[in-house]
Nanobody, 126 residues
Framework: QVQLVESGGGVVPAGGSLRLSCTVSGLSFGQYAMGWLRQAPGKEREFVAAITFNEHRTYYTDSVKDRFTVSRDNAKNMVFLEMSSTRPEDTAVYYC???????????????????WGQGTQVIVSS
């Protein structure tokens, strides 16, 4: 049974930083690309960031490039999202995601997601 458990959400002032963490169990963590999705109020869930199984490549949606950093620790089965220079439009529920492959030659999207967690709320106050 695959489990992805997010933590680290909260309220952060605009321009501030936040670090999300995700602990994964029930799968061969080191074989899959991992990452993050988010869903803002009244909007559809969207891809945010991903990292390949071997950490050789990262992918970001345009709106978070140069502000967010995705990373992973294969020894601890954990994936992280460092959020900086946050904006009110970053307010959303953030979901940890396991992708179906370990590496992509394109920026993966929702159809490439195998499983996701329950989510953690991030609120960026203006």
């Amino acid at each position: 049974q695959v489990q992805l458990v997010e933590s680290g959400g909260g309220v952060v002032p605009a321009g501030g930083s936040l670090r999300l963490s995700c602990t994964v169990s029930g799968l061969s963590f080191g074989q899959y690309a991992m990452g993050w999705l988010r869903q803002a109020p009244g909007k559809e869930r969207e891809f945010v960031a991903a990292i390949t199984f071997n950490e050789h490549r990262t992918y970001y949606t345009d709106s978070v490039k140069d502000r967010f950093t995705v990373s992973r620790d294969n020894a601890k089965n954990m994936v992280f999202l460092e959020m900086s220079s946050t904006r009110p439009e970053d307010t959303a529920v953030y979901y940890c995601a396991q992708f179906l492959a370990g590496y992509y030659y394109y920026t993966p999207d929702l159809e490439d997601v195998g499983s996701w967690g329950q989510g953690t709320q991030v609120i960026v106050s203006s």
